[in-house]
Each structure stands twice: as structure tokens, then as C-alpha cells.
């Protein structure tokens, strides 16, 4: 339990937000920790372009007849995705985290870092792949007007063809981690009621149990 100071909030060293402390004496409960505005703002931009990634991507095999139109919006947005994971990556090194719920025991705690990292792992390369495959095609990456990337592979219809089947294998299995992800916060959300998704959150953060 914290003790409030002015009433002020309290600042962390690794770069948490900690949470506002209750006005009042001692006795009362703080805030419960919470990633730094920037890393929850990463975050659901994030999320946000993946899961459009991933319609997207859908869209361009069921939807033939568009898929002019939808790769000019898949590759400036898998592009971003790609800039954003760094940004997101070099973020994470700089800010700890804050503390896993307690109510997560010691092996679910290492599955959900595991996770995390495999995800960053699985939404670098996934773009990358995407630029090599699009530049062994022999056509440019392109993102708006006449601004596209420069090619990362030559033009070579066998390495085409690998990074093609490359591509459909990793948007599979970010797919299917995304998923599991999304599970797992919803069963702490509605089941556990630990207030994991807090952790992401805006607006008034709750109050600490402790």
C-alpha cells in the first residue's frame, strides 16, 4: 500500500504509470500499475492495424476483382506495421512493464512473455517477408503516389514463389496467436477479473487491491 504525498502522483524510474493515489489520509488503496501513455497508445495502433492487416489480407484472396485496390492499402499499412513494431520493440527495452496480476502463477507469466516476444518476432518478420516476396516479383513496394520502397531481394521467380508460401504461413500463425491472445484477455477479463486489461487501458486506472 502506498502512502500519498501531496496528493500528487507518483512517478516510477522504469517508466511505468503507477496510478494516481486516492485523496484522503493513510489507509487508502493507489492506482493499479499501468504501461506509460505511449506504450498503450503503441499498442492499440498497433492492434488495431493488424487486425486490419489481416481482413486485408483475406479480402485480397477472396476478392479477386479488388485486389488492385486492396494491395495499394496492404502494403503502405504492412509498412507501417513494420515501423511501429521497432518503435514498439526499442519502447519495450526502455520501459519495464508493469507487474503481472497475481493471480497468474509462475508458468503463465513465462507463456505470456514467451507470447508477447513471438509476436513481436512473427509482426517484424511478416512485413519483411511481404517486401522481399513483392521484390523478388520484380515489382516495387508501393505506398503513396509515386513513394515506394526501394528492392530488398532481385527479381527471381523461384525465391517469388517460397516467400509467397512464406507469407501465407506467418499470417496463419499471427492469426492464430492474435487469437490466443485476445482469449487470454477476455478469460482474465471475465473470468479472473484481475484487471490485466487495465494494464492497457485509459481513462482513470482502478484501484490496487493490495
Same mark, same amino acid.
Given at each position: 500500500m502506498n502512502?500519498?504525498? /501531496?496528493n500528487?502522483?507518483h ?10 493515489t ?8 493507489a %492506482?493499479a ?6 506504450s ?10 493488424? #487486425?486490419?492487416?489481416?481482413? #486485408?489480407? !483475406? %479480402?485480397?484472396?477472396?476478392?479477386? &476483382?479488388?485486389?488492385a485496390?486492396?494491395? =495499394? ?7 507501417? #506495421?513494420?515501423?511501429?513494431v521497432?518503435?514498439?520493440? !526499442? /519502447? ?6 508493469p507487474p ?10 513465462i ?9 513481436? &518476432?512473427?509482426m517484424? &518478420? ?8 513483392? =521484390? ?11 513513394l515506394?520502397l526501394?528492392a530488398?531481394?532481385? &527479381? ?5 514463389? !517460397? ?7 506467418l %499470417?496463419?500463425?499471427?492469426?492464430a496467436l492474435f ?5 487470454? !484477455?477476455?478469460?482474465?477479463t471475465?473470468v479472473r477479473?484481475?484487471?490485466l486489461?487495465s494494464r492497457m487501458g ?5 484501484r490496487?487491491?493490495?
Amino acid at each position: 500500500m502506498n502512502t500519498p504525498t /501531496n496528493n500528487q502522483t507518483h512517478h516510477h524510474v522504469d517508466g511505468n504509470t503507477p496510478g494516481e493515489t486516492t485523496e484522503g489520509g493513510l489507509g487508502e488503496t493507489a %492506482a493499479a500499475p499501468r504501461f506509460t501513455p505511449f506504450s498503450r497508445l503503441l499498442h492499440w495502433a498497433m492492434a488495431a492495424a493488424v #487486425i486490419a492487416m489481416l481482413f #486485408i489480407g !483475406v %479480402a485480397m484472396v477472396t476478392s479477386p &476483382a479488388h485486389y488492385a485496390e486492396l494491395r =495499394s492499402l496492404h502494403q503502405p499499412l504492412g509498412t507501417l #506495421i513494420l515501423a511501429l513494431v521497432v518503435l514498439r520493440f !526499442v /519502447n519495450r527495452l526502455l520501459h519495464r512493464p508493469p507487474p503481472h496480476p497475481p493471480s497468474m502463477g509462475p508458468w503463465e507469466r513465462i507463456a505470456a512473455s514467451g507470447s508477447e516476444y513471438l509476436m513481436y &518476432a512473427l509482426m517484424f &518478420a511478416q512485413p519483411l517477408v511481404g517486401w522481399g516476396m513483392v =521484390s523478388a516479383a520484380g515489382t516495387p513496394v508501393d505506398l503513396w503516389g509515386p513513394l515506394h520502397l526501394p528492392a530488398l531481394l532481385p &527479381a527471381d521467380q523461384d525465391l517469388y514463389a !517460397v516467400l509467397r508460401e512464406t507469407h501465407t504461413l506467418l %499470417a496463419y500463425l499471427l492469426f492464430a496467436l492474435f487469437t490466443a491472445h485476445m482469449c487470454a !484477455v477476455l478469460f482474465h477479463t471475465l473470468v479472473r477479473r484481475d484487471r490485466l486489461l487495465s494494464r492497457m487501458g485509459f481513462g482513470r486506472a482502478p484501484r490496487s487491491e493490495e
